[in-house]
């Protein structure tokens, strides 16, 4: 679970505008 946390914070970080390629990359 400490990978999905990892993820969900970079990805509410770049203020959810990240692309969903790099989102599913991890």
Same mark, same amino acid.
């Given at each position: 679970?400490?990978?999905y +946390?990892?993820? +969900?914070?970079? %990805? +509410?970080? !770049? ?7 790099? %989102?599913w990359? !991890?």
């Amino acid at each position: 679970m400490d990978w999905y +946390l990892k993820v +969900l914070k970079n %990805y +509410l970080g !770049f203020g959810g505008r990240a692309r969903r390629k790099e %989102y599913w990359m !991890f």
